[in-house]
């Protein structure tokens, strides 16, 4: 996915938000490009909707500035905010045809009719609503009502839309349809979208950009192979995705690669970038879908493991070993390889991992 550049749509400057002693957004600093599908992705309490809250005006910021377009928004009420939000219940109103709802907030900013009904059109037809026009919406699924949601909120052409975990209520199969039309609506209205989401898989499929946050910070932006192939710190590799975590040892380091030490003078050879010194310690991540998996040869090299458990997943298979050590590390192979096929459960195999497939982490990151 093209990462989005050009004018800023929204700046948040060194924002702080405080709820008493409670320091909910802790010196936040992002900036969210015009026309770009940004993600804020973290668990339940790491501060992602508060932010959200404080770019639509809901809360007001302790520290710090926000700006949408260059203009600062400290003293702009809510209602006065070129922005629209989703929200996760939906909140139609009850009482209002599906072309009611969509036309409420383009009624409210005084359009003539004619044009009115012209936008209300379009509108419908942008989401396949068209013969759902004159339903309320309890007439109407989970789905049609999230699609009336979002247009209601689109039709008004806001500069930046805020969509509050809008999948949420949506089961498997529906979120994962949704997650296209979604993303299909943002490139085709051309609105810069902030997505919040607990969602890792949501935001991985649909963002141009993501800020992993925890604890009230932003850990890491970027795309999402960025955040997944290369992650900062430790707190964004146990979230996004599985992931396994050995401690490591530097015994050589050069600009282009890296010797390491792991589970009892095991080495391997890393290509990612390793800011310890020789002789210091730190922590290598490996994906699961990374480790390879064979039976235990003379004369083959690898890490001994013991094969514990494994999972059919139907599109892959789950496969968990234990080193020598005690240490677990989870492999994933897709059904259509025949990697590990045919190794019974409790035989010694060998885990083997290309270089370029393991992530440096230090200590003090």
Not at 213 to 225: E, T, Y
Not at 244 to 262: G, K, T
């Given at each position: 996915?093209?990462q989005?550049?050009?004018?800023?749509?929204?700046e948040i400057?060194?924002?702080?938000k405080?709820?008493?002693?409670?320091t909910a957004?802790?010196?936040?600093?992002?900036?969210i490009?015009d026309?770009?599908?940004?993600t804020?992705?973290?668990p339940?309490?790491?501060?992602?909707?508060?932010?959200?809250?404080?770019?639509?005006?809901?809360?007001?910021?302790?520290?710090?500035?926000?700006?949408?377009?260059g203009?600062?928004?400290?003293n702009?009420?809510?209602n006065r905010r070129?922005v629209?939000?989703?929200?996760?219940?939906?909140?139609?109103?009850?009482?209002m045809t599906v072309?009611e709802?969509?036309?409420?907030g383009?009624?409210?900013?005084?359009?003539?009719?004619?044009?009115r009904?012209?936008?209300v059109?379009?509108?419908?037809?942008?989401?396949r609503?068209?013969?759902?026009?004159?339903?309320?919406?309890a007439?109407l699924?989970?789905?049609?009502?999230?699609?009336?949601?979002?247009?209601?909120?689109?039709?008004?052409s806001?500069k930046?839309?805020?969509?509050?975990?809008?999948l949420?209520?949506?089961?498997?199969?529906?979120?994962?349809?949704m997650?296209?039309?979604?993303?299909q609506?943002?490139q085709?209205?051309?609105?810069?979208?902030i997505?919040?989401t607990h969602?890792?898989?949501?935001?991985l499929a649909?963002?141009?950009?993501i800020?992993?946050?925890?604890?009230g910070?932003?850990?890491?932006?970027?795309s999402?192979?960025?955040i997944?192939?290369?992650?900062?710190?430790?707190?964004v590799?146990?979230?996004?995705?599985?992931?396994?975590?050995?401690?490591a040892?530097v015994?050589?380091?050069?600009?282009?690669?890296s010797?390491?030490d792991i589970?009892?003078?095991?080495?391997?050879?890393?290509?990612d970038?390793v800011?310890a010194k020789?002789?210091e310690?730190?922590?290598?991540l490996?994906?699961?879908?990374?480790?390879?998996?064979?039976?235990?040869?003379?004369g083959?090299d690898?890490l001994?493991?013991k094969l514990?458990?494994?999972?059919?997943l139907?599109?892959?298979?789950q496969f968990e070993?234990k080193?020598?050590k005690?240490?677990?590390?989870?492999?994933?192979?897709?059904?259509?390889s025949e990697?590990?096929?045919?190794?019974?459960i409790?035989?010694?195999?060998?885990?083997?991992?290309?270089p370029?497939?393991?992530r440096?982490?230090s200590?003090?990151?």
């Amino acid at each position: 996915m093209t990462q989005k550049t050009g004018p800023i749509a929204v700046e948040i400057r060194h924002v702080v938000k405080q709820f008493g002693s409670f320091t909910a957004i802790r010196d936040a600093h992002l900036s969210i490009y015009d026309n770009e599908f940004f993600t804020l992705l973290g668990p339940s309490g790491c501060g992602k909707t508060t932010l959200l809250r404080l770019i639509a005006g809901f809360e007001a910021t302790t520290e710090g500035e926000i700006l949408l377009f260059g203009k600062d928004l400290r003293n702009l009420p809510p209602n006065r905010r070129p922005v629209n939000t989703v929200f996760q219940n939906y909140a139609l109103f009850p009482h209002m045809t599906v072309a009611e709802n969509i036309g409420f907030g383009i009624r409210m900013k005084g359009v003539p009719e004619a044009k009115r009904l012209d936008t209300v059109d379009r509108m419908l037809k942008l989401v396949r609503l068209t013969e759902h026009a004159h339903k309320r919406p309890a007439q109407l699924s989970g789905g049609q009502q999230q699609r009336a949601a979002l247009v209601r909120a689109i039709a008004p052409s806001p500069k930046v839309l805020l969509l509050d975990e809008p999948l949420s209520a949506l089961d498997l199969k529906l979120r994962q349809a949704m997650r296209v039309e979604l993303k299909q609506l943002q490139q085709e209205t051309g609105i810069t979208f902030i997505f919040v989401t607990h969602d890792q898989e949501e935001a991985l499929a649909m963002s141009d950009r993501i800020a992993v946050m925890s604890d009230g910070v932003i850990q890491q932006v970027g795309s999402a192979r960025e955040i997944y192939e290369h992650p900062r710190n430790r707190i964004v590799a146990n979230f996004i995705g599985e992931t396994n975590l050995l401690e490591a040892v530097v015994r050589f380091r050069s600009d282009n690669s890296s010797l390491l030490d792991i589970e009892e003078g095991f080495q391997v050879e890393c290509r990612d970038r390793v800011s310890a010194k020789v002789g210091e310690r730190g922590q290598v991540l490996i994906r699961p879908e990374k480790i390879g998996i064979s039976a235990a040869n003379v004369g083959r090299d690898g890490l001994e493991c013991k094969l514990v458990r494994s999972i059919y997943l139907g599109t892959d298979t789950q496969f968990e070993l234990k080193t020598r050590k005690g240490l677990t590390l989870i492999a994933r192979h897709q059904n259509s390889s025949e990697a590990g096929e045919g190794v019974p459960i409790g035989s010694t195999v060998l885990a083997t991992f290309a270089p370029d497939a393991i992530r440096w982490l230090s200590d003090n990151e």
